[in-house]
């Protein structure tokens, strides 16, 4: 159970369930809204091309770890900007480079947890104090960071069908009230500009996630075969994603959609599951909702934990986890209201997406300039 | 700064402490220095200051036939079978020996001819001389020998093979392990009749000196997984011991967890099946419950009737298990979630009709809810406690006539009878005890989570439940092989069964030393014949 | 060792801590279950809304434990009073010992003043609200809308049960539209289509439905008869099952009933000269249910000629539906706006800010086929 255990190793497929389960968490909820807004009726194409982004940002970042097998980003970007001579240096170039990464994932872990809070108080248990709720999940994605990567690899592994196969059902079960012509016309008013906004605002918030690999991907057993498998664990978000965005546009239509604060939750909110036990699935959805939320929160809140350790060259990071806790909970209940609160995460969403994108990519091109690492994928285990 | 707090005495002078107690004790360690002489009198002495406080250590001195030579047996009575040393001891001893021998070579010479016994050994060290009678065996001392003759004269009253209490099944054999270790270990050869089946003796406790036995197949077994086991074992120290659970306590990965992670049984198909597949197993001498090294969290609801069943029924019937498992830990506090937090998920007209059954209940739904399960669980006790049929009639008649009275007494509503005898059957129907208390265990702070957050606060807590489980690890293999680390072939035989003919390599995670089992159907096995002759052989 | 079990405690300690509260448990006989909720205008005090809730009460509904078997009122009605539907509910919450819950709530009646007042202050709280369900059934009330709710038909034990029941059989046989509590708020906020509403009236023992109310905007203009309804369901979406009675062979004695089964419309837009063109085309299968006269249908002409007379008994009637929706109410709920948006997008761009429903040319055919003769031959 130590944390720096050297014989520790993920298999591919657990690599994919970490990037998979980080990506579905609270941006799920708000998605075929927020797409709506910028692509209209489109929205959902907007999710498939956010989708292509996201592949785009998981391959520069699968081919630049592959690059450097059994190390993390803080550990070859140092290599790639320094010189062999003076550590230091590298040090002193890559960490400002590698910072706005750390903090978009401190802002997005406090504020996922306060927007999983906020639906819980709205629609769940209005009575409970939103400090409550805010400080259980982030409890709870504390104690998860006691244990080492192998664990965290197996809870995601476990947790990833559960989460999915009921989404999945109930997105699709939801197609029963859909009405086709909502979804039309395609292109009309729609151009590519509208779509392409769309498209990085959902890839702003809901794909994210995606860049925990960054630390993740030095445990991995099988360097060579995790292009595939990321790629594809993209596109198991990506495809919900496009169902659910299809469905919530399908049943509402843009005008209401536009209204509606939770979209995704009302669409669980009009599925009817015939004959079942339970009448109303919302409850349901909120329980397996949980589990997402909380993949997202603890795997962010541990690749902070092992950034910030790495960057320190500490041996365990659960002082570093223990001094985290009260400063996210108190960061998460810094935004007043719900508006406020929405408006930072699409503030740090662009930047976050942003910074996601270009900083492994210049990564990649001065490595490949200076040729440093090795040759990716003929680096095996 | 913790260690302030408790107050303990630090682990230093516990150690000073244990060493000083060690001197003084007069078990079987201080006798590891001393030898036998070749003075019959001296050592008879020796052995009756030793063991003749007790009544039951016999000694009989007499002599060797014609030669006149002076000797001495001793036994504890009760322990050695009388009938052996009468007829195949004194007997041949005192009457049936001729000639003059030697007074050196004696022992050897009764050894090699003149003791129809079939299990001899010698020595001349006082501690195993002592060990050796003290296990039944009975020992021979000639004037003139320094070492004395352990003769295998084991023979007490033991239980007879009787059908597993804990463990019946429906279709399988039906006999189980008893107390006696050597009963056991045949049970097992009996089964594996292959030579590669290795039964190695322990001998662990300080005042007990229990035999205990490793079991493994040499070469199937990873030979990392056998080091280990015996190392472990080698490393424990207890006072006896007396039931296999003492040493699973002791060697286990994880003392803190509910969940075991080594399996017992008192199955010996069980245990063939295990060590077929690469597993180590442990006997304890005295005790009827086998260990099984390592174990996953899949075994806990697996059965030996699923592999002599065909497989669509032992699908079926291991879904079923797992359902019911989920029951014994979730119905309550799902019960409580929905009355109390999300009434809006029942059915209307179930609502109203369950409004209704509650409105004479004076507690909330949490407070209703622990009481049965809490008086579940006593009725479950003092069941098990009664003799026979009267306990299994008290557990089930029990339930109903309580539930029923509190019913009309409107101390708890009709629903959560129900649910709370769901619960409790569903808890029956996991093959594994150990497991199975682990479950009805964590189903009460699953209601405490439920009754403070309601769906919310169950899925929290079994979030933690399932960090826990993935935390776990059990000599080596994570507990929870082969959900995650996931493993396609491995999971051939979690949740579903397939049919046997398919079940073609060992489990993986064991990394044993040969993949694949020996297994074909007939279909198979004609074509490949077939083939075989076709391609001229 | 002991650092790790300390650290464990202090968590569990700290999550035992937020336990002590149980904020929202709440337990069943703690909640006042509405099932159905009547919305009016306040005849005490003008200008005001009066909200009625219709509420089960457990004990003397049968079947539960030592009790049940009620005589008497096995459902209570409560009442209040407020300028918005909020401030009524407040009062009323007042006078309650328990907590109104809503989550069970399957009907919303609003009287016919409140529909011709306009709906928008009265769906934002419903909306907005995170217990109500979006599957409710909305509906319009001939008169007072706490009349539904103390109607009591005593074929089931709650009233409102049987509404439900009465609602949901319909829809299933197709006979009533399905138009719930989401499919108003789509309706409304959408600029394509109107907003209509199943009809009921409500008498002591008695709850009938009355065909649909049709809205422009958020206020209701007028109604249309059950057999309209159904010819409109037609027009709609193609779905729709129901009897038509008509005379035969312009003989006022003979009536014949077929059922009629409608599957497919189709609807083509085109635009012609100027003037957008819808032309909707119906097809539909019919049984001969009743035939309570002499003459016989067998033989191909005969059932040719019976297709051509009910064709032409629809057309006629649908045309009146058109001609009262397109000049008396000027209001597109059979949704050709949407129609139009979606697959002509750019005639809809032309039209969108004009009142276009008034100046589409509407054309209505039907293909009937008769299929059977039920159980007898001819």
């Known amino acids: 159970m130590t944390n720096k255990d050297p014989r520790q190793e993920i298999s591919p497929r657990q690599s994919a369930s970490i990037i998979a389960s980080t990506m579905i968490g609270a941006g799920v909820l708000t998605l075929p809204r927020t797409v709506a807004e910028y692509a209209k009726q489109s929205g959902w194409f907007a999710v498939i091309l956010g989708m292509i982004i996201a592949m785009a940002g998981v391959s520069i970042m699968t081919l630049l770890s592959n690059k450097f097998p059994r190390q993390n980003i803080i550990e070859y970007s140092q290599e790639i900007l320094g010189s062999r001579k003076y550590k230091a240096v590298g040090r002193w170039l890559s960490y400002p480079l590698l910072l706005p990464i750390l903090g978009y994932w401190c802002v997005v872990t406090v504020l996922a947890s306060r927007l999983f809070g906020e639906v819980v108080v709205t629609a769940v248990l209005p009575a409970t104090p939103l400090e409550v709720i805010i400080s259980t999940m982030l409890l709870i994605a504390y104690v998860l960071t006691f244990y080492s990567v192998e664990v965290v690899a197996r809870v995601n592994e476990l947790l990833l069908p559960l989460i999915v196969v009921p989404v999945l059902l109930i997105s699709l079960s939801s197609y029963q009230h859909a009405r086709l012509y909502h979804l039309f016309p395609l292109r009309y008013d729609v151009d590519w500009s509208d779509l392409f906004m769309g498209a990085f605002s959902a890839f702003s918030f809901p794909f994210l996630g995606f860049e925990v690999l960054l630390l993740f991907a030095k445990y991995s057993r099988h360097p060579s075969v995790l292009l595939r498998d990321h790629v594809a664990a993209v596109a198991l978000p990506g495809f919900i994603y496009t169902l659910i965005a299809v469905a919530g546009m399908a049943v509402f239509g843009v005008d209401e959609l536009k209204r509606l604060m939770w979209p995704t939750y009302e669409l669980v909110k009009v599925t009817k599951v015939p004959g079942l036990i339970l009448e109303r699935v919302e409850s349901a959805f909120i329980g397996v909702w949980v589990a997402a939320v909380f993949t997202t929160t603890a795997n962010i809140y541990y690749a902070i934990c092992m950034f910030i350790r790495e960057m320190l060259g500490m041996k365990g990071h659960r002082i570093i986890a223990t001094i985290l806790l009260p400063l996210f909970y108190w960061i998460s209940l810094r935004p007043p209201n719900i508006q406020a609160l929405i408006n930072y995460l699409t503030y740090s969403g662009c930047a976050g997406g942003i910074a996601i994108l270009v900083i492994p990519t210049l990564l990649l091109g001065v490595s490949y300039l200076r040729k440093k690492g090795g040759k990716g994928a003929a680096h095996d285990a | 700064m913790f260690r302030r707090i408790g107050k303990k005495p630090p682990y230093k002078k516990i150690q000073l402490q244990q060493a000083v107690e060690r001197k003084r004790e007069q078990s079987m360690d201080t006798l590891k220095d001393r030898n036998l002489t070749a003075s019959l009198d001296e050592n008879l002495q020796t052995m009756k200051e030793i063991l003749g406080h007790s009544s039951d250590f016999v000694v009989r001195e007499f002599q060797i036939s014609q030669d006149g030579v002076n000797a001495a047996i001793m036994f504890i009575d009760g322990l050695a079978n009388s009938t052996l040393i009468d007829q195949f001891i004194l007997k041949a001893l005192m009457i049936d020996t001729g000639k003059e021998i030697d007074a050196n070579h004696i022992i050897q010479y009764i050894e090699k001819q003149h003791i129809p016994i079939n299990e001899v050994a010698e020595s001349g060290q006082l501690h195993k001389t002592v060990g050796a009678v003290l296990a039944g065996d009975t020992v021979l001392f000639v004037e003139g020998s320094e070492k004395a003759l352990f003769l295998n004269t084991k023979g007490w009253e033991k239980r007879g093979i009787e059908e597993p209490r804990t463990e019946s099944v429906v279709r399988g054999p039906r006999s189980g392990f008893s107390e006696s270790l050597r009963t056991n270990t045949s049970q097992i050869r009996i089964q594996l009749k292959d030579p590669s089946l290795v039964v190695k003796n322990m001998v662990i406790g300080k005042r007990g000196n229990t035999n205990v036995a490793v079991i493994y197949i040499k070469d199937l077994a990873n030979p990392q997984l056998i080091e280990e086991v015996e190392s472990r074992l080698k490393a424990i120290n207890v006072d006896a011991v007396i039931d296999s659970g003492y040493i699973e306590q002791l060697i286990e990965d994880h003392h803190?967890?509910?969940?075991?992670?080594?399996?017992?049984?008192?199955?010996?198909?069980?245990?063939?099946?295990?060590?077929?597949?690469?597993?180590?197993?442990?006997?304890?001498?005295?005790?009827?419950?086998?260990?099984?090294?390592?174990?996953?969290?899949?075994?806990?609801?697996?059965?030996?009737?699923?592999?002599?069943?065909?497989?669509?029924?032992?699908?079926?019937?291991?879904?079923?298990?797992?359902?019911?498992?989920?029951?014994?830990?979730?119905?309550?506090?799902?019960?409580?979630?929905?009355?109390?937090?999300?009434?809006?998920?029942?059915?209307?007209?179930?609502?109203?009709?369950?409004?209704?059954?509650?409105?004479?209940?004076?507690?909330?739904?949490?407070?209703?809810?622990?009481?049965?399960?809490?008086?579940?669980?006593?009725?479950?006790?003092?069941?098990?406690?009664?003799?026979?049929?009267?306990?299994?009639?008290?557990?089930?008649?029990?339930?109903?006539?309580?539930?029923?009275?509190?019913?009309?007494?409107?101390?708890?509503?009709?629903?959560?009878?129900?649910?709370?005898?769901?619960?409790?059957?569903?808890?029956?129907?996991?093959?594994?005890?150990?497991?199975?208390?682990?479950?009805?265990?964590?189903?009460?702070?699953?209601?405490?989570?439920?009754?403070?957050?309601?769906?919310?606060?169950?899925?929290?807590?079994?979030?933690?439940?399932?960090?826990?489980?993935?935390?776990?690890?059990?000599?080596?293999?994570?507990?929870?092989?082969?959900?995650t680390p996931y493993n396609r072939q491995d999971n051939r035989d979690t949740f579903v069964r397939f049919p046997l003919f398919q079940l073609k390599r060992r489990p993986s995670f064991l990394n044993p030393q040969f993949q694949y089992r020996a297994v074909r159907n007939a279909q198979e096995g004609m074509k490949d014949d077939q083939q075989g002759s076709q391609t001229g052989n | 060792m002991l650092r790790r079990a300390l650290r464990m405690a202090i968590i569990i300690g700290l999550l035992l801590l937020t336990a002590t509260g149980c904020w929202d448990q709440r337990e069943l006989e703690e909640r006042a279950i509405v099932l159905a909720i009547g919305i009016d205008v306040s005849e005490e005090k003008p200008g005001q809304i009066q909200l009625s809730f219709q509420v089960p009460i457990p004990l003397k509904i049968a079947g539960a434990a030592g009790g049940g078997g009620g005589d008497g009122d096995v459902v209570h009605i409560l009442k209040g009073t407020g300028r918005t539907v909020l401030e009524a509910y407040d009062e009323i919450q007042k006078q309650v010992n328990q907590q109104v819950f809503f989550g069970h709530t399957r009907v919303l009646a609003l009287s016919e003043e409140i529909a011709k007042q306009g709906l928008e202050r009265i769906t934002d709280p419903f909306h907005r609200g995170p217990q109500i369900r979006r599957l409710l059934w909305p509906l319009v009330v001939k008169g007072r809308a706490i009349d539904l709710l103390t109607s009591n038909p005593e074929l089931e034990q709650i009233p409102t049960v049987y509404l439900l029941t009465m609602i949901e059989n319909g829809v299933q046989l197709r006979m009533i539209p399905e138009i719930t509590l989401g499919g108003l708020y789509v309706r409304k906020s959408s600029k394509s289509e109107e907003l209509f509403l199943n009809y009921f009236e409500a008498f002591e023992k008695k709850m009938e439905w009355e065909g649909i109310v049709v809205f422009k905007d958020d206020k209701m203009v007028g109604q249309l008869s059950t057999l309209q309804t159904s010819i409109f369901m037609q027009l709609w979406n193609g779905k729709s099952n129901f009897y038509v009675t008509f005379p035969y062979d312009e003989k006022e004695e003979d009536l014949v009933t077929l059922l009629i089964q409608t599957d497919k419309v189709e609807k083509k837009i085109s635009r012609e000269q100027g003037v957008v063109k819808a032309k909707l085309h119906i097809f539909a299968e019919a049984d001969l249910s009743g035939k309570p006269f002499p003459g016989s249908f067998a033989g191909q002409e005969a059932i040719r000629k019976l297709e051509q007379a009910t064709e032409t008994y629809l057309e006629e009637r649908a045309k009146e539906i058109i001609a009262s929706l397109q000049n008396e109410y000027q209001s597109d709920i059979i949704g050709l706006g949407s129609e139009i948006k979606a697959y002509y997008p750019e005639i809809w761009d032309e039209i969108k800010d004009t009142d276009y429903f008034k100046q589409l040319d509407i054309e209505v055919s039907y293909e009937l086929k008769l299929r059977r003769l039920g159980m007898l031959s001819f």
């Open chain 2, 256 to 483: 803190w967890s509910p969940f075991p992670t080594i399996q017992n049984t008192e199955r010996p198909d069980k245990v063939s099946a295990n060590l077929l597949e690469g597993r180590v197993v442990i006997l304890s001498d005295g005790s009827p419950f086998a260990l099984i090294a390592p174990a996953v969290f899949t075994q806990f609801y697996q059965s030996p009737e699923d592999y002599y069943e065909r497989f669509l029924i032992a699908t079926l019937v291991r879904f079923i298990r797992i359902l019911s498992m989920f029951f014994a830990i979730l119905l309550p506090s799902l019960y409580i979630a929905f009355s109390s937090f999300h009434p809006e998920m029942i059915p209307s007209r179930l609502e109203i009709a369950m409004a209704a059954g509650r409105s004479t209940v004076p507690f909330p739904s949490i407070i209703e809810a622990l009481l049965m399960e809490l008086t579940m669980e006593i009725l479950r006790e003092a069941s098990v406690r009664l003799p026979g049929p009267i306990g299994q009639t008290i557990g089930i008649v029990g339930a109903l006539v309580v539930g029923q009275a509190a019913v009309e007494a409107g101390i708890v509503s009709p629903i959560m009878v129900i649910v709370v005898a769901l619960t409790t059957i569903g808890s029956f129907a996991s093959p594994s005890y150990s497991a199975a208390i682990a479950l009805r265990m964590l189903r009460f702070p699953m209601m405490v989570a439920a009754g403070a957050f309601g769906l919310y606060g169950i899925m929290l807590f079994l979030i933690l439940i399932i960090i826990h489980l993935c935390s776990l690890e059990s000599f080596g293999v994570p507990y929870m092989t082969p959900i």
